[in-house]
């Protein structure tokens, strides 16, 4: 069974930082892209990052680049988030979830139950 | 960047009648390569993760409904419930995958008239 399970939300001051994790089971972590999608309160799905299944290619939503980082650590099936320069705006339920494939052009297929993340204004 | 526009914003219908939403990309995501459509369809209900329940357009995942189907190509894509059921209360979003730089819909609440 594919579990997904985030770690590492909370309150955090505007300009703080904050390291989201997600711990992979249940399939082939290596074969499968893996991203980040948020949703703020009362708000649609927003896509915030993704990595290739091998690690070496990653992606990122404009109001995220440059502060955001995507890793993964293959070994240790686990996937993180390195979150700085924190907006009022990255407040939101942040979802882990796995690509149908390993390339980054894919459908998420599971989801983890997400991780608050909430940065006061 | 791909941009995805769901209509309507909202749709209240009766109890075993169809549900139909819309999807529109900016741009195709038809893959010339394959002939495949490279875009999926959410279920996403408060308090749970969502869920997928159609990918490369009109593909079913397994376990989902036979009342949900997708349809369409190129930039115009629908989802339908053709008798819906109290549990498909839901906001039901669409998504891209033609681009790395994935895109999703503003979203759909489906709701129970």
Same mark, same amino acid.
């Given at each position: 069974e594919v579990q997904l399970l985030e770690s590492g939300g909370g309150l955090e001051e505007p300009g703080g930082s904050l390291r989201? +994790?997600?711990?992979? +089971? &249940?399939?082939?972590? *290596? +074969?499968?892209?893996?991203?980040?999608?948020?949703?703020?309160?009362?708000?649609?799905?927003?896509?915030?990052?993704?990595?290739? &299944?091998? &690690?070496?290619?990653?992606?990122?939503?404009?109001?995220?680049? &440059?502060?955001? *980082?995507?890793?993964?650590?293959?070994?240790?099936?686990?996937?993180?988030?390195?979150?700085?320069?924190?907006?009022?705006e990255d407040s939101a339920v942040y979802y882990c979830a796995k690509g149908s494939a390993s390339i980054s052009s894919s459908f998420f297929d599971h989801w983890g139950q997400g991780t608050l993340v909430t940065v006061p204004s | 960047d791909i941009v995805m526009t769901q209509s309507p914003d909202s749709l209240a219908v009766s109890l075993g009648e169809r549900a139909t939403i819309n999807c529109r990309s900016s741009q195709s995501v038809l893959y010339s390569s394959n002939n495949k459509n490279y875009l999926a369809w959410y279920q996403h209900k408060p308090g749970q993760s969502p869920k997928l329940l159609i990918s490369w357009a009109s593909t079913r995942e397994s376990g989902v409904p036979e009342r949900f189907s997708g349809s369409g190509s190129g930039t115009d894509f629908t989802l339908t419930i053709s008798s819906l059921q109290a549990e498909d209360v839901a906001v039901y979003f669409c998504q891209q995958y033609y681009s790395p730089l994935i895109s999703f819909g503003q979203g759909t609440r489906l709701e129970i008239k």
């Open positions: 989201l +994790s997600c711990a992979a +089971s &249940g399939f082939i972590f *290596t +074969s499968h892209a893996m991203t980040w999608v948020r949703q703020a309160p009362g708000k649609g799905l927003e896509w915030v990052s993704a990595i290739t &299944g091998s &690690g070496v290619s990653t992606y990122y939503a404009d109001s995220v680049k &440059g502060r955001f *980082t995507i890793s993964r650590d293959n070994s240790k099936k686990m996937l993180y988030l390195q979150m700085n320069s924190l907006r009022a | -």
